[in-house]
């Protein structure tokens, strides 16, 4: 069966016209992937960079943090007073009668008194209280001991730790501290002192315990 002439071109135009439309069917949709493929490689570098940035700010906090465990480390507040007001003649208005802090000082407390000033300045697992070290408090606790030293068997190490400490020289502290817990017969071996804290972790330490920001801290523990 023979067509005629003019279906033949009709069947060539709608060849043409058919592989024109798929031809634009097939680069539009290429050409949407590109965009979209480049679309998503733009974007990732972006979040990928963002990421690193809030993980390095992170890390940046991270490593200012300290390692000193603060979590045992409560304020002694009553102790803390107690040196405060000594020898001016104020009283104390305590909450609980039985927990007054005897007068004279008796020997128990002034031990643990100076183990309290240490945990600011030392590394150990637990730590029962902290007094905030101040070149006032060690004075007044080394005028404690002159004025009482028959009651204390031990006033010439109390002193000579505490006249180290009043020049600001702690690169003994944590071996003061233990020699305090000896003294006390302390069997809570948690609580003894691993190290000395740096600078930055005592900072850290002290606006952690007595919520108070400095940029310095008294003392130096080099030896």
């Known amino acids: 069966m023979k067509l005629g002439i003019g279906v033949l071109e009709k069947m060539k135009v709608t060849h043409v016209l058919g592989i024109t439309f798929l031809t634009a069917v097939i680069s ?4 949407y992937l590109y965009m979209d493929r480049s679309y998503e490689n733009e974007v990732i570098p972006v979040n990928s960079s963002s990421e690193n940035e809030v993980h390095s700010e992170a890390t940046d906090k991270e490593e200012v943090v300290s390692t000193l465990d603060y979590s045992n480390g409560w304020e002694a507040v009553t102790s803390s007073k107690w040196i405060d007001v000594w020898g001016t003649g104020e009283k104390i208005e305590y909450p609980n009668p039985e927990s007054a802090i005897q007068e004279p000082l008796t020997e128990t407390y002034l031990q643990d008194f100076i183990q309290q000033m240490a945990h600011q300045k030392i590394i150990a ?19 404690v001991i002159e004025e009482n030293k028959e009651l204390y ?9 505490l006249n180290r400490w009043g020049n600001g020289n702690f690169s003994t502290v944590d071996y003061d501290h233990n020699v305090v817990m000896y003294l006390q017969h302390s069997k809570d071996t948690k609580g003894i002192a691993k190290g000395i804290a740096s600078e930055e972790q005592e900072i850290h330490y002290i606006s952690k315990v007595f919520s108070k920001e400095v940029d310095e801290v008294f003392g130096s523990a080099e030896k």
């Open 28 to 31: 539009i949709g290429a050409t």
């Open 125 to 143: 697992d637990e730590k029962e209280g902290s007094i905030m070290i101040t070149p006032k408090r060690i004075d007044n606790l080394k005028q």
């Open 153 to 161: 068997e031990h006033a010439e190490i109390y002193l000579d730790v």
